[in-house]
């Protein structure tokens, strides 16, 4: 059973990290009244998400005064609510509002994975849950501020390297353009 979450008017949208460089977890959060949503999303899932919105807003009305400082800072929580398998992006002409939609993992996904390679599939079980979905509609001023908020946070963590694009790590990388028999050339 899928749990469906509609945050039509959120006083907060942001992007943060938990942890130290090369170990950050990225999260996405929004709250509006008294809900707050907090979801674990992948670094790709964030730089994609700003280039998209990036690119999106170029080819709409400018927006306003975008929200900063501590309106784009994580508010503590105690779990993330789940984690993020996919977002959508959409722009709802109607409302002025860009409308964002975020899924959970289904929680079986991986595990039936697994099963069926192997051939482990027991056909006697019932459906699995789908997981939580959020979708929220975003002004223009919070798209535009979480597009820049999430290229930084993406751009301030480790360089990547210049043959392979993978992170470079300060304790060695195995470069697999070079089958990591000598390091990248910085």
Partial sequence: MTEEFELANPDRVTIGT???VGERVFLL???EGLTLKTLKVEKAQVSALA???GRMLVELERPGELPSGDVLALESFDEPDFVVRSLGVSYDDDLD???LVADEIDRTEAETAVEALFGLTDESEPEADTGESVRLAMTREQAAALAIRGTELVEAGRPPCPLCGYPLDPRGHVCPR???H???LT
Wanted: hydrophobic content about 40%; cysteine-free; overall charge positive.
């Fill in 18 to 20: 938990v942890g130290a």
């Fill in 29 to 31: 959060q929004v709250r």
């Fill in 51 to 53: 280039r998209f919105l």
């Fill in 97 to 99: 509002r860009i409308i």
């Fill in 178 to 180: 070079t089958n990591g």
């Fill in 182 to 184: 000598r390091p990248p």
